[in-house]
């Protein structure tokens, strides 16, 4: 099990710690860890964020285990040298299209929702979010119109293909769940949706166990307060699941909770939690490390295949939030070591 650890910026160095002391609690025989710059730290150091060292290491490893980038100083780079270029650099490279976003409630726990508990206690969909297309990566830039008026702009594209494979991969999911997926697109505007929605429509013929419905994204963002629990699979394109996830996340208590695994054909993935590198409160030790050691969780299922352990890593999560081991972000005092404290004594008990 030969791992990239890329800590980053801000408190992706704080909540990485804790993520590997739960994965050294399991005592795994295989695990080789080694660590790489990436992001704001990265440009410092290498004058890069994602230098060449660190992508040959990622590209020979099994699995990339993904803190934050980000970092102030480094907001008024060029583009090609911002941090948040190596974590979009990385899932190009690593043909990462599919990102899977979790979101269910913890039991018992509602009352951490932002919303009123029996609505939140319902929560258990789980976004694929494709990953390596969308606005992300057209064309983009700055130029100036014929009127003399500085103009930016970002190219919104998706070719079928780049449709069809995430759509097999949800669909696929969506029949070891409730059966139930929702697309969710722009259609009555983009062009790129009105393709996004006959792709799909022409890949769920091949899953006709899976009740497919359509909805537009401002209605999804506004579903997901009102009744998130009629959500099982939501399938979305890059920056309407960016969006969109950060939402969920509040709907089941905090962004300090959200994990996510990046998948490509093989089995080699990117493990990160939604959240960034929170530069208001690096370095006082307060972040939820919950994400990240959920990530790290996310990791040993798919790319390892160790449900069992996954499972147990997860239980304690929820076991220690149970116990009202809280982060700030959650209206608690615990630190962000506390809480991993927590994590590992509910393993080793
Ligand atoms: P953010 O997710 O870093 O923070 C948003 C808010 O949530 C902040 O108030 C922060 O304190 C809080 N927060 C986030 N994670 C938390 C945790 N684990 N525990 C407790 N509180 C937490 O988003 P932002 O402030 O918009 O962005 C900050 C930087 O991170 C930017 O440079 C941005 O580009 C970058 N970013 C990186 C990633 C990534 O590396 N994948 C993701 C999102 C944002
Ligand atoms: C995320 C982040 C990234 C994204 C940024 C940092 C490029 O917001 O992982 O959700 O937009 O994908
Ligand atoms: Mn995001």
Redesign the pocket.
Known sequence: MHIAVLA?D???QE?MVEALRVLDALGLPDLRLDHADV?GVAYKNHGHPLPPETLELVMAADAVL?G?????EC?DLERHLR??QA?LGLRKEMQTFANLRPAKAFAGLENLSALKPDIAGAINLLIFRELTGDIYFGEKGQRTTDAGLREGYDIMAYDEEEISRIAHIAFNAAQGRRKKLCSVDKANVLQTSVLWRAVVNEVAADYPDVELSHMYVDNAAMQLVRNPGQFDVMLTGNIFGDILSDQASMCVG???LLASASLGTGTRGLY??????????AGQG????S?MILSAAMMLRHSFDMEEKASQIERAVADVLQQGIL???LGGRASTCEIGDAVVARLAS
Do not use: Q, T
């Open positions: 980053g801000g408190i992706g909540i992001g993904f934050a980038v980000g970092d102030p907001d941090p948040e974590v905090s962004i300090g990160e939690p939604i959240h960034g590198s929170a530069p208001d409160i307060i972040a939820n490390p994400a982060g700030h972000d």
